[in-house]
């Protein structure tokens, strides 16, 4: 069978830095899921710039496609817009719920370390990773509660991204194409569980 995918979230859903389309993220977990033996129909829902307040906008127009699988990225905009955490995280239990409620399997990329990004100064970088954490930490537990999955819950993505400038895109905050191959390989195993699942119940 094939499996309906919507993807939902920010700019890096979206794939905004990757030199090609095939090297965005959606397509990268396509290609990354049928070398696994999975096949998936994509749908894109994700708007660059958006926050988790706007998931609800996002969730409306992808439950008209009535997808099976939901893969959400989201919080880098929480934070560079210091949103209140209560207030993003609360928004972001409620896009899993309404999807999980539909009959989707639900998998959330929550906030990246953005203490690795280039023009970060380095007096900052505890602060920033800090903010991350707390948010991460709040996200993954609603997420958890609300019967969606984590992935990349040991940041595999954010280290790399911290060690290697090339993951970046010209706008030194975006990933590039390489950048969005390590993210869609950090989230693949628990994309590809969520898959499973929904090829099982058939």
Excluded: C, K
């Excluded at 829902?45 to 609800?56: D, E, M, N, T």
């Excluded at 496609?65 to 929480?78: C, E, M, R, Y």
């Excluded at 930490?137 to 790399?160: T, W």
């Amino acid at each position: 069978m094939t499996v309906r995918l919507a993807l939902l979230g920010d700019s890096i859903a979206w794939g905004q830095g990757a030199s090609r389309d095939r090297e965005r993220l959606g397509p990268r977990l396509v290609d990354g899921l049928a070398v696994r033996g999975v096949d998936v129909e994509l749908a894109t829902y994700a708007v660059p710039g958006a926050r988790s307040a706007g998931l609800a906008a996002q969730v409306d127009a992808a439950l008209r496609w009535s997808p099976q699988l939901a893969v959400v990225v989201i919080g880098a905009n929480d934070l560079t817009h210091r949103e209140p955490v209560d207030r993003a995280v609360a928004a972001l239990a409620d896009a899993v719920r309404r999807l999980r409620a539909a009959g989707s399997e639900v998998v959330v990329a929550p906030a990246p370390d953005l203490s690795a990004v280039p023009h970060v100064p380095p007096y900052l970088r505890d602060v920033v990773r800090a903010a991350g954490d707390v948010l991460r930490e709040r996200q993954s537990a609603a997420v958890l509660a609300e019967g969606g999955r984590v992935a990349d819950g040991d940041q595999r993505a954010s280290r790399a991204f911290g060690t290697d400038p090339s993951l970046f895109s010209a706008d030194r905050f975006h990933p590039s194409s390489a950048g969005y191959a390590v993210i869609a390989d950090a989230m693949l195993p628990a994309v590809e569980a969520a898959a499973r699942d929904v090829v099982g119940r058939r």
